[in-house]
């Protein structure tokens, strides 16, 4: 059974960092792995897609990696915004359940000015 | 585009009644959706897929009889919670299959009084 954990739970940083947000799962095979923005008392919007031959995506200042070999989706967001708190989520598409999608808990992202 | 809507956004209900929550593709068409439920603080877990013209499929320890799925078209999918009880209060996303990733509706919030 997939498992998807991300690191940390929470992350508190001032405005202008740039910062990393982690995600690993356990079943390696794949179909593609999403992050999502979740704000609170609303829905998920997709950020990023990566399918599972590729490596990395971009959009803005945005960018997840992906080593699927070991598990792992890096989530970078440069020089933060206050507008960036959100909750972020990882969720893996399995490769044998097409569009099924395994969540992480979540890293509540906040951004002082 | 790839836009999804839930309707409605929010509902308080009595306990015992039936609650119908519509979820939406608007852009595009779906063949697939999922209804998604969120406690607060948690992350997302699948409650069913939605394929239209079939039968759900539930996720284990989800009560059939309880949260009627149906998928009549393919823009529209609706889940009913039936004879609705406090410990049904909850945060219900739907999401739709785009291929190669789910796009989220913005989530209804039920309280069960």
């Known amino acids: 059974k997939q498992e998807v954990t991300q690191i940390p739970a929470a992350l508190s940083v001032p405005e202008g960092e740039n910062l990393v947000l982690n995600c690993s799962f356990t079943?390696?095979?794949?179909?593609?792995l999403q992050w999502f923005r979740q704000d609170p008392g609303k829905g998920l919007t997709s950020l990023l897609l990566i399918q599972s031959s590729q490596r990395e995506q971009t959009s803005g200042r945005l960018n997840a990696s992906l080593d699927k070999s070991s598990g792992r989706s890096t989530l970078y967001i440069a020089a933060s915004q206050p507008g960036d708190s959100a909750t972020y989520l990882c969720a893996v598409n399995g490769g044998t359940s097409y569009g099924n999608l395994t969540f992480g808990q979540g890293t509540i992202l906040t951004v002082h000015p | 585009g790839a836009v999804v809507s839930q309707h409605p956004s929010r509902v308080i209900c009595k306990s015992g009644t039936s609650v119908k929550i519509e979820c939406r593709s608007l852009d595009f068409q779906a063949t697939t959706m999922f209804w998604y439920r969120q406690f607060p603080k948690q992350s997302l877990m699948l409650m069913a897929t939605s394929n239209e013209g079939s039968k759900a499929t539930y996720e284990q320890g989800v009560e059939k009889d309880k949260f009627l799925i149906n998928h009549a078209s393919l823009t529209l999918s609706t889940l009913t919670v039936t004879s609705a009880h406090p410990e049904d209060s909850s945060f219900y996303i739907c999401?739709?299959?785009?291929?190669?990733?789910?796009?989220f509706g913005p989530g209804t919030r039920l309280t069960v009084l």
């Open positions: 079943d390696s095979a794949i179909y593609n």
């Open positions: 999401s739709a299959q785009r291929s190669p990733g789910q796009f």
